[in-house]
């Protein structure tokens, strides 16, 4: 083994160790274990006691979940679609062609299964607050994916400035499937490795034909890759897949390097609903409420200690035999108790009192879980007490969703930067093709790409139409090319709606052609457009619903500009529609003027009355 691939293991060694359990002071008071962090999250996401699932008594304790149904709060209201997604054009001879590459993007999105993609990724981010994405070119396709948390080794407190770490396991078989792997290293690493652990170094299940391994990415030596001592002090984008195996002395290992080499950026991206500073990972819904979990759990405790208690009928007595015997151990077993004669046995008051009170203390910190997490009952779809005002609900409502907007537009602004770092420098390598694509549209994309391809393809066909006529000795005078130009839109018209919402590109009908000539010179300037799904769309409805009776019982009101000015402001405010999708009134056409009949003295007469009186 080399000593810069030694290196490279011991980096990982310590990485591994300091993650594991150092601390990160981000104040005085405040400490940060990044692993601990994650697993206490995964713990009460699935509903489990950090500190164990029974008392010191042995009874089992309970875990009231509160911290799931913030978290489906947090994921609905973040959520974000595949066709949220558009391409913006920089200038206004790039209007088709950026239309033209957003159909290239959801394309792309379609084939890649990115829908899945934006689930996972809205999830993650829901849960830990942070979510760390990866974007893998393989096989010419690009591959993104969302990297859980405790498959990573990472800094604690900034991501970017140091390496990532993720670790992997694969069985034997899956390694020698792996072509980039050196397969003579391979073959080395499964006869020394043994079985297979976690990052906490616990067995997770009796198979041990897993092979642990650590894929780490960033900005090394150059030196890591060349072995040259004059490549020390320059630093370049490199990866490594390595694994190693503890040897027969303590402290001694036997490294294994199985691929490594540069790349030309980071795979890895993290994104926040919020960012934190001081501390990589965000803080996520469940985090935010870890003292409120603590606290109505231990509420839920006390109050079945007190409900177990009061279920059982208890006595005492003051016969010496029982002196130094523990009741409630007998009571638990089932033993039967055997007293004295003449000695008194007396039922002991275990009634359960002050339920009501742990009751309403744990009420309490359910309401601070949901002030902490902006998760009121409107929000959450439960019934407000009898009496509560419409109004009070709606403005909660829209309180809540004030923060769930920022979180969104910080999704949009992550989801921005991968398009522009690594989507889209793919697809700009995928454009040297002649490929038809099948674009489904809404009704705004059809109207906008038919209103560019009818006129000139119903042009061009009146034209050959005009040229086949005229090798034949047919002549078409303006009216006839007039006519055919419309006789021929109106077939193209039918045929695409029989397509429906979908539409068909190809870069040109010449057939050399490439989408790459198409969009040549366009600078591709993407934009997130995130439209809130958590509207009201029963009020957006009214809203429209009165616009348009408005309209409908007098058209002439949209004249005044004033009117007109509102009635686009109310259509901007619903979000639903803009006022520039709305096709504008044609204009009347001018009616030709009635020639006016010239009286025998030289006047014009205007009326039959006057006809009659000249003659």
Known sequence: MSTSQNSVAEIVRKNETDYLTGNTTISKYVDFNLAENINKIDAYLNSKHISGPTDSMGRDKPFFNIVTASTNIWYRATDIDRKNIRMKPGKREDVLKAFIAGVHLQEFMRKQQFGTFLNDWGRALARYGSAVVKFVESEGELHSMVIPWNRLIVDPIDFDNDVVIEVLEMTPAQLMKQKGYDQEIVDKLVRATESREGLEKMDKDNKDNFIKLYEVHGEMPLSYLTGKEEDEYTYVQQMHVISFVAGKEKGEFDDFCLVSGREKKHPYMITH?????????????????????????????????????????????????????????????????????????????????????????????????????????????????????????????????????????????????????????????????????????????????????????????????????????????????????????????????????????????????????????FEWDVEVEVTSETTDKEATMTTLTTVLQTIAANPAVLQDPNAKLLFNKILTTTGEISPLELTAPEAPRPQDTPQQPVSPNGGTVDSGEGLENNE
């Open 273 to 521: 609903l919020i960012k934190e500073d001081g501390r990589t990972m965000a803080i996520g819904a469940v985090e935010n409420l870890f003292e409120a979990q603590w606290m109505v759990n231990h509420s839920q405790k006390a109050i079945k200690d007190q409900l177990d208690l009061a279920s059982k009928i208890i006595f005492q007595t003051s016969d010496g035999n029982y002196v130094g015997r523990n009741a409630l151990t007998a009571i638990e077993t089932g033993d039967i108790m055997i007293h004295q004669p003449n000695q008194p046995l007396t039922q002991l008051n275990n009634g359960s009192h002050d339920v009501g009170a742990l009751q309403s203390m744990q009420q309490q910190w359910e309401q601070v879980a949901k002030e902490i997490n902006s998760t009121p009952d409107a929000i959450a779809g439960n019934t407000f007490p009898s009496g509560t005002a419409y109004r009070q609900v709606v403005a909660l409502q829209q309180e809540a969703h004030s923060l769930f907007e920022i979180m969104t537009e910080n999704k949009g602004l992550h989801l921005e930067d991968m398009m522009r770092k690594y989507i889209i420098p793919f697809l700009m390598t995928k454009m040297d093709t002649t490929e038809e694509l099948a674009a489904t549209l809404d009704e705004q994309g059809i109207q906008k790409i038919d209103s560019l391809y009818i006129p000139n393809e119903a042009v061009r066909r009146a034209n050959r139409k005009i040229i086949e006529d005229a090798l034949k000795g047919k002549g078409t005078d303006q009216d006839g090319q007039v006519s055919l130009i419309a006789n021929e839109t109106e077939k193209i018209t039918k045929a695409l709606a029989n397509d429906g919402n979908q539409r068909f590109l190809k870069p040109s009908e010449i057939t050399t052609k490439t989408w790459k000539d198409e969009l040549e010179g």
